[in-house]
Nanobody, 126 residues
């Protein structure tokens, strides 16, 4: 059975860090582009970052550039999002997206996602 599971969310103070993990079962993430999206209360879902299946090309939303880093470990069938210098506006449910597509399609055109995880809550508050 295919499952995409996010973990690592929680409550953190402004300026703190969290590392989100996206782990798959029933599917091998190697060969898929992976994206992180988020949805804040009362707002539309927005893209955070994507990483390609082939050459580790990455893309970041302007709001997280320099603070977030996406990476993948195909041996562990996992993708990570290291989030540093967190701000209250980063508060959202974070979702992992998986697709046989390109970084451009997933992260810019918002197309090509085949599977979604259930999300993990990130709350940045003092």
């Amino acid at each position: 059975q295919l499952q995409i599971v996010e973990s690592g969310g929680g409550l953190v103070q402004p300026g703190g860090s969290l590392r989100l993990s996206c782990t798959a079962s029933g599917i091998t993430l190697d060969g898929y582009t992976i994206g992180w999206f988020r949805r804040a209360p009362g707002k539309e879902r927005e893209v955070v970052s994507c990483i390609s299946s082939s050459d580790d090309t990455t893309n970041y939303a302007d709001s997280v550039k320099g603070r977030f880093t996406i990476s993948r470990d195909n041996a562990k069938n996992s993708v990570y999002l290291q989030m540093n210098n967190l701000k209250p506006e980063d508060t959202a449910v974070y979702y992992c997206a998986v697709g046989r597509t390109t970084v451009e399609a997933m992260c810019i055109m918002l197309l090509g996602t085949d599977y979604w995880g259930q999300g993990t809550q990130v709350t940045v508050s003092s």
